[in-house]
């Protein structure tokens, strides 16, 4: 019996958004961002969320013309089957290895944080396993999973920060510009990957409650996380000032360097366990999204059963790299530079596409009527 | 795509058994049959049929009917009806009947239940207690409804046991049972349905439900799948429960048991269907969530800080019961620089002599733990409390003296032991003391990474889990309108509406003002 529609609620959604995209405070990305730009490292997420809101807004309003169709169908839809076909597989690309060099990274860290004579595989697999699980339950029990776990994830974050700032000096922020403002702008735009999965989230439509529940919900996270990982950032900065540069996982260095009172010194673990379950939940969100991609690419209608292979793959991918140092500094900036501003054309391409064929003013004619 | 493949494989590997049976076509023959207008044929017929002088208890009395002048008999089984009542309404009436033309339902006093005519249905009646009177040249007979079955009395749950409020448990008897939930709910709209599951032994269930609140949709589907059941006879409610379920291999329930009949109350009134039968001392209620079967009918009794005191405590405790003995294995295994170094040394001190590395340790304590708590059940009650003393003090004094086990482990286990007692829904208990070896199992192979690894995985497979078309955590994901009664609850005066996830016809049950 269905006695409830199947549906992912405003609720799940933006626990998903908010769990998907608030975890890159938790990663290495705060400190890349300290390596381009010093100081104004925090000025990056809300100069990168500024920027992306144009082509998501616009995005949001091309597809809100389209009830219940997702990216894929719009934009093959839009710009015909072959050309469609190809940037949804270039789509498809760029978030396969965004995924594989993103999980690699979350067993860098497990690794050389808290099981550093576990062989990197065992970690991995473990990582992929439980996630290939998870995603073939579906969109709707990740959801639930996520809206079970969100408070008490962003309740230890917030925790963890605000041990932090026991140790830190807000004088570190200056200068406030760190290299400049033509730099910082430079790599505010070239850091739009760090919102690519909103637009990935379009993908979701069909299976949310309602086309205006989704926009609602995008905007509610798009928001609270551009903010999130900017005082996450902030905060880092003041703790590690210059040595910044030199810490690869800010967030876990910083866990390990906090403690509750004398009594409890180490406290890293109470904190690991919300980051790592944050994490399983991320990457099933990140390998249900890739499979739902690829089997819109290629007409697979069960594709939840195409999930345990693409895990494979990724993981296979994922091990390319050898060394840890490698992921961070040469696979993962490749895909960092891509993916938000290719992501951000597509978006705007779209919405020209739609305004040229003069979808918009059917759409105001539909309303009109 | 697996089970089109492997089915047809599998399907001819395990060919169905074929068994030389003796055909009972006869009988069945002769149960469709009408009873004749001779006595003297249904006499016979019956007699055969319940292999009477051979059989103790059923009794066959024969006598005639003065004031028309007609032989009769009447058949019951005298183990399951009450006699005195048959003496003083039936049989005294008609032997001392005077006026001469009356009709059989102007003579007898006792209520006419019915009047039948098919031997397979008279059968029926009488082995579930009836009385059944024949009547010399009537194409009929007159079947009465004097069932008294003995059975316990109305005891205190033993099971479900709480401080505040009504102590009356449900007993064998359903037809206590029913009333014992008819006293509860003076409502016309309350209905018990009787439906026929089991084709041998007869055996029905009765569907409680509010006519005004259950959502029709639910209550088909129930129905549904109670007529679908294809067996001969299922001995009781804790069977039927594991035919109903969607997954019955499934380490969690999906279908809440309760021997209360106020709780059964209370459910029925949110909208929940609520399963009786004969022979059972208790009551399923479907669908069930994660928090039905995580509540206890005392948080609702006592006043509302008392009652979420002991609703945290519990959640407390389930957390404690499941993960404590696996989170102590992966601290001290893998991430010793969590225990503060005075406590650490400590720790390693008394550790110092014991030969087992700690999973060892903490698995034979547990499985000691369990057996403790299995033959407390087990034995006669006059020494089940000395089993405790036995178990609890003297095997784990001695066990640590004998440095097997060190004493840290001892306070893991009877804390975990302790926690996992305050759960008390049995099914719920017994899937967190069996998840929490799994748990101790992965904290030994790659500590807190894989404890919480394997806790991600649960939750994804818990939340996938459907009681009837109804998710194991809602109204709270997926989100659903309720009274928000679920690991908080608040004053009786806010919870306002009927759970949303059962659709029912009324959702406030209390109006604003």
Known sequence: MNQQPAKLGIREYVSIAILMVGAKASEDTPATLYNQVQNAAWMIPILSAGLFFIPLFLLLKTLSLYENKNLFSVIQKLLGRYIGFIVCLLIFVISSFAISFDSRTYTNIIRTFYFPTTPNIIIYALLMVVCAYGAKKGIQHIGSVSYLMIFYFVLSLYLALILSTQDSNIYSIFPIWGPGKLEVLKVGTQRLTLFAEFFLFTLLIPYCASNKEFRKGTWIAFVYVSIQISVCVLIFICMFDVTFGGTAFPFHTAIRYVSLGSYLPNVEIIFFVMWIMSAFIRFTAFLYLNALMFGHIFKIKDFEILIPSLATIYLLIGSIPEAAIDVSLEFKPIIAMIAGPAFSAIAIILWLAALLKGDFKHGKNRNSM | ?513
């Open chain 2, 1 to 513: 795509m697996k089970n089109r493949l492997l089915k047809p494989l599998i399907e001819k590997l395990n060919p169905e058994p074929q068994f030389n049976e003796q055909s009972n076509a006869l009988d069945i023959e002769q149960k469709e049959q009408d009873i004749s207008n001779d006595l003297d044929k249904n006499l016979a017929t019956f007699t055969s049929i319940f292999s009477v002088p051979k059989n103790m208890d059923v009794k066959v009395r024969e006598f005639t009917i003065h004031s028309i002048n007609k032989r009769a008999f009447i058949f019951f089984i005298s183990t399951m009806v009450d006699i005195t009542n048959i003496q003083e309404s039936i049989v005294e009436p008609l032997l001392e009947a005077e006026q001469p033309s009356e009709k059989i339902p102007d003579i007898v006093s006792y209520p006419i239940e019915t009047t039948v005519t098919n031997i397979g249905e008279i059968t029926e009646f009488i082995t579930s207690g009836g009385t059944i009177l024949f009547v010399e040249g009537d194409s009929q007979c007159y079947a009465f409804q004097t069932t008294k079955i003995r059975g316990r009395g109305i005891e205190k749950s033993d099971n479900e046991v709480i401080v505040k409020g009504a102590k009356e448990a449900f007993n064998e008897k359903v037809i206590d049972n029913i009333s014992l939930i008819r006293k509860k709910i003076k409502n016309e709209n309350l209905i018990f349905e009787a439906q026929l599951i089991t084709k041998r032994s007869k055996d029905s269930v009765f569907l409680a439900y509010e006519k005004d609140l259950v959502n029709d949709e639910l209550l088909q589907t129930i129905k549904d799948k109670l007529s679908s059941l294809d067996v001969d006879r299922i001995i009781d409610l804790s069977i039927l429960e594991q035919y109903l379920e969607e997954r019955p291999r499934s380490l969690f329930p999906t279908i809440l048991y309760t021997e209360r009949p106020d709780r059964a109350a209370s459910f029925i009134e949110e909208g929940h269907i609520v399963l009786l039968m004969e022979n059972s001392p208790g009551s399923l209620i479907l669908p069930a969530t994660f928090w039905a079967l995580f509540h206890s009918p005392e948080d609702h009794y006592l006043r509302t800080p008392y009652g979420n005191f002991i609703r945290i405590l519990r959640v407390i405790a389930l957390f404690v019961a499941v993960l404590t003995s696996s989170f102590y294995i992966a601290i001290t295994n893998f991430h010793v620089g969590m225990i503060p170094p005075d406590l650490l040394m400590a720790m390693a001190g008394t550790r110092e002599r014991v030969p087992f590395p700690s999973i060892i340790e903490v698995l034979m304590m547990e499985i000691a733990f369990e057996l403790i708590r299995e033959a407390g059940l087990r034995v006669p009650s006059p020494i089940g409390p000395t089993i405790g003393i036995v178990g609890a003090l003297i095997l784990g004094q001695a066990a640590v003296q004998a440095n097997v086990i060190s004493p840290i482990v001892i306070i893991v286990i009877a804390l975990t032991g302790l926690s996992s007692f305050i759960i008390s829904d049995v099914s719920m208990n017994f899937a967190i003391r069996i998840s929490r070896f799994l748990f101790i199992l992965v904290a030994g192979f790659l500590g807190v990474y894989a404890v919480i690894a394997l806790f991600t995985a649960a939750l994804f497979y818990l939340v996938s889990l459907k009681s009837f078309g109804t998710s194991y955590f809602a109204p709270m994901t997926p989100h659903f309108f309720s009274s928000k009664d679920l690991i908080i609850r608040h004053v009786p005066m806010k919870e306002r509406f009927r759970p949303g996830y059962l659709k029912p016809k009324d959702m406030v049950k209390q109006r604003k003002g």
